[in-house]
């Protein structure tokens, strides 16, 4: 007794069509409930730009002469330090949209863990500090981290990694099924006036098969954000520890030299680049006794590729050009392939568009496996009756 | 063998098309602006009406 009932199946052998079946049928169900959450958090996480500027949660710079001139990043830090006293900095972000102005991230040490961290704005041209509330709490954090792991840390998100390879097992399933079901019928059928039952099953498949690839991206890029951690540990053992061999016994630093000129020192290496963010010494991203520079490139494709730049964060020479292994490329290139944001609006309402398909695609095919289970008890039921 | 060839592409065709053009859609935002967003809300627009249209048709 297969999950779905299929009469039509008699020529691929029905047993195969009863393997695939099961595979379809507990895949789904395992991962169901996770990826009714993801897809639901997701949604407003799609539009967390439009809605911080809705809740007045945006940081608003103040309007200057567009010459104004920048204060130096030494200075930044300066200020950083300033609000926030006893604190040290983590990272500074660069966004091409707000070009005034640098993400701080400061925490109470440099290897203190990111959700720990607190992110606020510096207003490049005065240093004056603005607050990101939706960086650090409310309703939107609470939306990403459900999101990224269950409020579960490493545990969580590796959960939610074997969840997303089980929703691609059972896509790949429930394409292998299309076939069967869809034998006799044209494109696009959905019979109307049959049954419910039928109804949703023509829509589940309809539905299914055309958000397919898309489903297929955002899972697979969404395991990959999930590894994050571990492959950030990777990069760290296989490019990092080599650099950094040298320094392995030297003294932890007590003062580092003026960030000052950091990005300026990374462009003379790196020239055709920009710079995305830098990660103070301490830091996953960087070594105990190094700035780390991470650089993008400069095309639409390649701004989603980082290069980090090694800086001594003593001596302020270059250390080296760390060479970025493929799974940091599968990781950069994940994250717009996930998110949706790299289109536009239009993309983004498409993107939330095919999140709420997805979300019909698993509440129907929920609703077909209860159905059938209905359906298929009273018989086994009457059938330990006769025997 | 060749009837469950032919069977084959009679289910998947359509399916195929659109996958194409959801892939296209995907990837094209990723390479420019412009023209290239144009091309995306095309690519994941198609899967995105033809499902809507399933879901709202009645009789």
Redesign the interface.
Known sequence: MDGFGISEGH?MKSKTIRRWSTVHTWSSLICTVFLLMLALTGLPLIFHHEIDHLLGDAAELKPMPADTPHLNLQQLVLAAEKHRPGEVMQYFGFEDDEPNAVIAIMAPTAGTEPNASHTFMLDARTGEALQMPSANGGFMMVMLRLHVDMFAGLPGKLLLALMGILFVVAIISGTVM??PF??RLK??T?R??KSTRLRWL??HN??G??????AL?VGVTGVISACADLLIAAWRNDSLSAMIAPYRDAPPLTQLAPATRLLEIANEVVPDMQPDFIAFPGTRFSSEHHYAVFMKGST??TS?LLTPVLIDASTLQVTAVAERPWYMDAMG?SQ??HFGD???L??KI??A??DG?TI?VLGSGVFLWVVRRKAVKPLLEKAERVA | MR??QS??W???A??TV??LF??TG?F??????GI??AL??LG??I??V??????L???
Not at chain 1, 209 to 214: D, E, I, N, S, Y
Not at chain 2, 50 to 55: F, P, S
């Open positions: 020529e299309y076939l869809m034998r494109f696009a959905v109307q006036d023509d829509l309809l539905i098969v055309v958000t397919l690839t898309w991206v639409h494709l989603h290139m717009p392939l790299y289109g536009g239009p993309l498409l993107w568009t095919l398909l019909i | 009837r469950r069977n084959f009679k289910v998947f359509t399916p659109i996958a959801s892939a995907l094209a935002a990723l390479l420019g602006d290239w967003d995306s809300w994941l627009g899967p995105s033809l499902a809507l249209r399933g879901l048709q009645r009789r």
